[in-house]
């Protein structure tokens, strides 16, 4: 089923580009107007955040309480534990709060992360034991532990205090920590709900600088909040949630920090992808930035994200860096064998509404990343599964961009066959024996028939209509200024109708460029398509041709030079 395109509708009558009129170009105006800015304060406050307008703190349940903890273990020199999860968002959360903790002088401050595959994901008990072995006396957890009633109750039997930090959804019932920090607790009414892990973490930062201002008894410095910005802007964007209110403040601030970090590891990555001497942009800390740490956790080869954290020695960092570039090279490579191998199985596969597939040639570490390819090509939900020699599978699984659909309820209709399972909406785990696999997807197969009787197209929602012409460095100047674009308030969405695509060449990894002008010939623009669908590449056969296409604006950068690109989320043969 071909996706329906349609503008963004405006959320008021009075809403026209006119109200938003101002020193930049007449489509920067119409973009926001779409958007629902109508007011010069709103516009204001979205392109000029301030750090002053912040949410206080101690609006979060359970932060007083924790502030006291806190305090309580520096004066009695306590031995704390900042315990993470191996994601981006958990290892950025402790980079933030250990380099803090450590600059306000805490002497003892130990970090620990479960090993993907080997612990999987959790506060686990078993590693509560081995931390009170080593003396420590205070946990705080970072984006993980509001549903681990185990590890906390076994805390509270060995006398170690939990100060529990996340930003998950809890269960029906909270495990009984010395306290919980979690603005999506139901009874917090701190209205932070959209941080993620690290976010949640940097205002336990923010709460305890200025504690250790008021209290007396307490040492004062001049240390600066904004040097952890960096480490949050990636836990941020790498953890898709919203860039809403504090969120946008913080991460149209921390781009800049990043971009002049100094922190050795940072920097020499930020080098070695050719990121530095200009200013970073949300989708170069999302798609080139962050990928390359995500594979350290992903594959388990020795270093891990945390390790290019916290490195302060340049040598090492360029060394390290090169580990992180080879780690990826072999993810890429294990992520194409697992893909050709995936479409291959596939062939035979008689569902229509969705996709599983299993083997034991696929590593953990990237089922997810299949899952995604997947969707993109077949345009159906995705099971991915990594079969391993205890019988028991491992997978991931994903929903096509767009789809209304929930992975988890779908997993709930198979819950009896399953022995783990849970996530998000359009991204999500689950755990099998391999035996069971064959009700698995029988119960899947019901679930999407179901859904099927009510079908509801795929529809994109663009924010504007343009021409090539209006597309240049002096709109990019002000396109880039009402960023940072992400998860709600995503990259705005420009439909060009009728332009002609003169060629197209296929690069590494099978995505395509084109060359497009526009009807009159008069303007022309470099595009990129990437992982084309079998639809797009079907739609391309007849180039030279005219299409309308939806696409997003981006700046190429190549050989010393800067140039306007378009990115092609979607075309149609103009007929």
């Known amino acids: 089923m071909n996706p329906l395109w349609k503008p963004r509708e405006l959320l008021s009558e009075t809403m026209t580009p006119s109200n938003v009129e101002g020193q930049w170009p007449s489509l920067i105006g119409k973009i926001l107007a779409a958007r629902g800015f109508s007011e010069s304060k709103e516009v204001d406050k979205l392109l000029f955040p301030k750090l002053a307008d912040l949410k206080d703190p101690l609006s979060l349940k359970g932060m007083s309480q924790a502030l006291e903890r806190l305090g309580q273990a520096y004066l009695n020199n306590e031995k704390i534990c900042i315990y993470a999860d191996f994601d981006l968002d958990g290892t950025s959360g402790l980079a933030l709060l250990k380099t803090g903790l450590v600059a306000l002088g805490f002497p003892e401050v130990l970090h620990y992360q479960p090993k993907r595959l080997s612990e999987g994901y959790g506060f686990h008990a078993a590693a509560v034991e081995e931390l009170h072995k080593q003396g420590v006396t205070l946990i705080i957890t970072v984006d993980v532990g509001i549903t681990a009633h ?118 020499a990555l930020l080098e070695e992808l050719d990121l530095v001497g200009r200013p970073l942009t949300s989708q170069d800390v999302a798609i080139r930035f962050a990928p390359k740490l995500n594979a350290l956790s992903r594959m388990e080869s020795g270093v891990l994200p945390i390790d290019i954290f916290l490195l302060d020695d340049a040598a090492k960092a360029r060394s390290m860096v090169r580990e992180v570039m ?87 209709s ?21 035996s069971r696999v064959s009700t698995f997807i029988e119960k899947l197969a019901t679930h999407f028939a179901d859904l099927r009787e009510k079908p509801k197209p795929l529809e994109i929602f663009y924010d504007v209509e343009a021409t090539l012409s209006e597309v240049g460095a002096g709109l990019m100047k002000w396109y ?29 990894g099978g995505h395509l460029r084109l060359k497009i002008v526009d009807s009159e010939g008069q303007c022309s623009s470099e595009a990129l398509l990437f992982t084309p669908t079998p639809r797009q590449l079907q739609t391309l056969e007849n180039v030279p041709g005219y299409y309308h296409i939806l696409g997003e604006l981006q700046w190429n950068y190549f050989a010393g030079q800067k140039t306007v690109q378009i990115l092609i989320r979607d075309l149609k043969a103009a007929t």
């Open 326 to 412: 080879k780690n990826n090279s072999t993810r890429v490579q294990l992520q194409n064998d697992a893909e050709l191998e995936a479409q291959e199985i596939l062939k035979e596969w008689p569902h229509k509404d969705f996709v599983f597939v299993a083997s034991k040639s696929f590593h953990r570490g990237v089922v997810g990343l299949i899952a995604t390819k997947l969707t993109q090509v077949y345009n159906k939900p995705a099971f991915v599964g990594s079969l391993g020699d205890d019988g028991m599978i491992v997978g991931s699984a994903r929903l096509p961009q767009g789809q209304e659909a929930c992975l988890v309820q779908a997993m709930s």
């Open 480 to 508: 880039d200024f009402v960023g940072p674009f992400g998860t709600g308030f995503s990259i705005p969405l420009i439909h060009f109708s009728g332009v002609q695509v003169l060629s197209k060449r296929e690069l590494k």
């Open 414 to 434: 198979a819950q009896e066959v399953l022995s783990r399972f849970g996530g998000h909406s359009a991204a999500a785990g689950f755990e099998i024996a391999e």
């Open 150 to 267: 185990a590890a906390v109750d076994r805390a509270r039997e060995l006398g170690v205090d939990v100060i529990l930090t996340d930003h998950h959804l809890p269960a029906e019932t909270i495990p009984q920590a010395y306290v919980v920090v979690n603005p999506n607790q139901g009874d917090c009414s701190s209205g932070l709900g959209y941080l993620c892990g690290a976010g949640v973490a940097f205002y336990l930062l923010r709460g305890l600088k200025r504690y250790f201002q008021d209290h007396p008894q307490l040492p004062k410095n001049n240390w600066d909040l904004k040097e952890v910005l960096d480490y949050f802007v990636i836990g941020t964007l790498t953890d898709m949630v919203p860039l809403v209110e504090d969120n946008r403040v913080l991460v149209k601030h921390g781009l800049l920090k990043l971009a002049e970090t100094r922190r050795a590891g940072l920097r």
